[in-house]
């Protein structure tokens, strides 16, 4: 098929909500087919907000980061060009470029989250039913409870033992490794459950992963296991001190994340989508994270790649953006740059400029009520731009400027980014947040921009691969400008 070269780029894509596969310019599809299959690499192994931490840090310091605080503790001053990265809690990261300007001029920041829907283990969670060993849980995020039970799930964590050591987890991802399921009903025995609605019929406590069956054998030397109650408990708890030295007690300070077992895939005949588990926020954070590590060695303004963690859940704490998080690591930066002030901090803030890079809605056939018609956004149309989120007469939104929004379309549109406008669907049906109105609050201008999604929450998400794409060619379009 012989490839177009696009005069007008993203403005012409947008008002008629095209597909943008045949205005892709010479040479593109390779690069976007490959950072693809880069990003499903990335997907299928970063399967919690610690993981995609540490992959991003990987990357930044093969890339020659340095860490920000080691910076300032060496007295090392930054010039343009210099790369450096500010990491917390070993869950959220910042990767940051001093531009040729003053940084009280403000920076360019692409902003994302790496936390995802799932099942959190409770902080006691292991007991017996009958003869089945369960792991309580209490879902992270928003969820629609239905979609969990009877698919492979695997186990992803921390635990830190009584001295402080800690033990990762990691089971159900390699093909040797067994895998977890949440059981259901049978259809023979469900003539009551078959009334009930979607958000009944799974209640968050029936939520429960199965561990275990087989019970400790009642040797005659094995006076413990003779007198257990709950012999399946035991013998797990055996296995796991045997395995990872740990005692049930341990679990009490542990985060263990339940999440769907297997990788990241091509979707479709054509292979034009990709399915995945926590593209919400992965494929933004991904995007933004490798937008940064291309970008031009010495940019005018400062560039920042922010990945946080407990957007989920209301981005409260301390890895969440309702923190000082931000702020601290701007702080440091001058520190570094040789130039703090308190004043000037403000500045920087308020003269930054944002993309608050996170997943957008797509319009499903399927579901044509809740969409509405000429605002919705469709798949491989292009990266989303939402003006404003928040539900029932904008509330609770960050709503950008039509200033700002002027800029960035232009910016778009200069870079032959596809894009295209959306709205979080039908007015007063429903609606979402990000933390574009958190980074509001310090007066910079922000816009929600991403990648939009089928099914967005459900254990398997869908993404259109020239959306995946073009997140990444916009952030770095966007990280790249001058305002
Ligand atoms: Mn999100
Ligand atoms: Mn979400």
Redesign the pocket.
Same mark, same amino acid.
């Given at each position: 098929m012989a490839v177009k070269k696009v005069k007008s780029g993203g403005a012409e894509l947008f008002w008629r909500r095209e597909q943008g596969w045949d205005k892709l310019a010479r040479g593109e599809e390779k690069k976007l087919e490959r950072y693809c299959a880069e990003y499903i690499g990335f997907l299928s192994s970063a399967k919690t907000e610690r993981l995609v931490h540490d992959h991003l840090l990987e990357l930044a310091l093969k890339a020659g980061f340095r860490d920000l605080e080691q910076v300032n503790a060496e007295g090392v001053k930054l010039k343009p060009g210099d790369q450096v990265y500010r990491s917390y809690g070993g869950k959220t990261i910042m990767l940051m470029r001093v531009g040729k300007k003053p940084l009280s001029e403000g920076l360019n920041l692409v902003g994302?989250?790496s936390d995802c829907p799932r099942l959190d283990a409770k902080p006691n969670p292991l007991y017996q039913d009958d003869d089945l060993l369960l792991l309580d849980t209490h879902y992270y995020g928003g969820i629609r409870k239905y979609q969990w039970v009877t698919i492979p799930l695997a186990i992803y964590g921390v635990i830190i033992k009584k001295n402080g050591e800690k033990v990762q987890v990691a089971i159900g991802d390699q093909p040797q490794d067994p895998v977890f399921v949440i059981t259901d009903l049978l259809p023979h025995l469900e003539m009551e459950g078959e009334k009930k609605t979607l958000a009944s019929g799974i209640p968050g406590e029936a939520l429960n992963v199965l561990l275990g069956s087989r019970a400790a054998e009642d040797k005659e030397d094995d006076k413990e296991a003779k007198e257990a109650k709950d012999k399946v408990k035991l013998r797990v708890l055996r296995l796991l001190q045997e395995r990872y030295g740990i005692e049930e007690e341990d679990l009490f300070s542990s985060e263990l994340e339940i999440v769907p077992a297997g990788p990241a895939r091509e979707l479709g005949l054509d292979r034009s989508m990709i399915l995945g588990y926590g593209h #919400? #926020?992965r494929v933004?954070a991904y995007a933004g994270a490798r937008a940064l590590l291309d970008s031009e060695a010495v940019p005018q303004r400062s560039q920042v790649a922010l990945v946080c963690d407990k957007?989920?859940i209301g981005s409260y704490g301390a890895t969440g953006m309702d923190s000082s998080f931000l702020e601290n690591t701007v702080a440091e930066l001058f520190e570094a740059c040789g130039a703090y002030c308190g004043l000037n901090l403000r500045r920087a803030l308020e003269r930054s400029k944002m993309l608050s890079a996170?997943?957008a809605s797509l319009h499903d056939p399927g579901f044509p009520s809740v969409s509405s018609p000429n605002n919705m956004s469709r798949i491989n149309c292009g990266l989303a731009l939402t003006k404003y989120t928040g539900s029932r007469g904008k509330s609770g939104a960050s709503d950008a400027s039509a200033e700002f929004v002027a800029q960035v379309r232009k910016i778009f549109n200069d870079k032959q980014v596809h894009w295209q406008s959306c709205e979080l669907g039908k007015v007063d049906v429903g609606g979402g947040g990000?933390i574009a109105h958190l980074m509001a609050r310090h007066g910079m201008d922000v816009i929600d921009c991403?990648v939009g999604l089928l099914s967005m929450h459900a254990p398997w998400e869908v993404a259109g691969k020239l959306d995946t794409y073009m997140a990444y060619k916009g952030y770095k379009a966007f990280l790249e400008s001058d305002f």
């Open positions: 994302a989250h #919400d #926020d933004c957007e989920e996170d997943v990000t991403g």
